[in-house]
């Protein structure tokens, strides 16, 4: 078994007996224990009772967070003419059609969000085995397939996150940095399990929210009160 280093055991000492803590614990604990030499993503993964295997217990959405992701986003769009003029205008770091596809195609896949005009989609169609696993397709139902594109890549670009839930009901997402403010770090937190909440499908049975638990990007995981993490 490889040696744990002083950082680790002294992060899994810290964290140790510590269970179904309130947002604002976990988010201190957390901070204190986010040692690593650069700026730690705070990550929340939340347990859902639902099978994404059935159509009526997809979940799905996106929600822009308060205080947004201290993250750069990398944004590409399928578009042209005057749209394209849009997205760049916007701040959209890729833009392009076939050119953009076939780039694709061979590999390159530098961005973080996706956003296509609806006559695109033919052509971003193509493209579903590459970008579906990465959940990066663009999407009407997440607003990344639009004709406004300049709002879809201020949103992208303003700390806007999509959710999906994977083969076992998880959802995780970044949160914020751990330099946030605790404040903050808990607002952007309750806002995505509000939008999480929201996004419960016709099909999910019982408990919805079984689990919640928030870690740093080097560091262990803890796991938070539902009732704190939801406001109740």
Known sequence: MAKLGKRTVAARAAFAGKENVTVEEAVELIKANATAKFDETVEIA????????????MVRGVVTLPN?????????????????????????????????????QGGAIEFDRCIATPDMMPIVGRLGKILGPRN???????????????????????????????????????????SFDAAKLAENIR?????VQKARPTGAKGTYMKKVSLSSTMGPGVSVSVDSATGN
Do not use: W, Y
């Not at 939340?46 to 217990?57: I, M």
């Open 191 to 195: 806002a995505f399990v509000d939008a």
């Open 136 to 178: 990066l397709m663009p999407n009407p139902k997440v607003g990344t397939v639009t004709m406004d594109v300049k709002a879809a890549v201020e949103a992208a670009k303003g700390g806007e996150v999509q959710f999906k839930a994977e083969k076992a009901g998880v959802v995780h997402c970044g949160v914020g940095k751990a």
């Open 68 to 104: 947004g992701t201290g993250k750069s986003v990398r944004v590409a769009v399928f578009a042209r003419g005057p749209k394209a003029d849009e997205a760049t205008a916007a701040g959209a770091d890729i833009v392009g059609a076939e050119d953009l596809m076939e780039t694709i």
């Open 46 to 57: 939340l347990n859902l009772g639902v099978d994404p295997r059935h159509a009526d217990q």
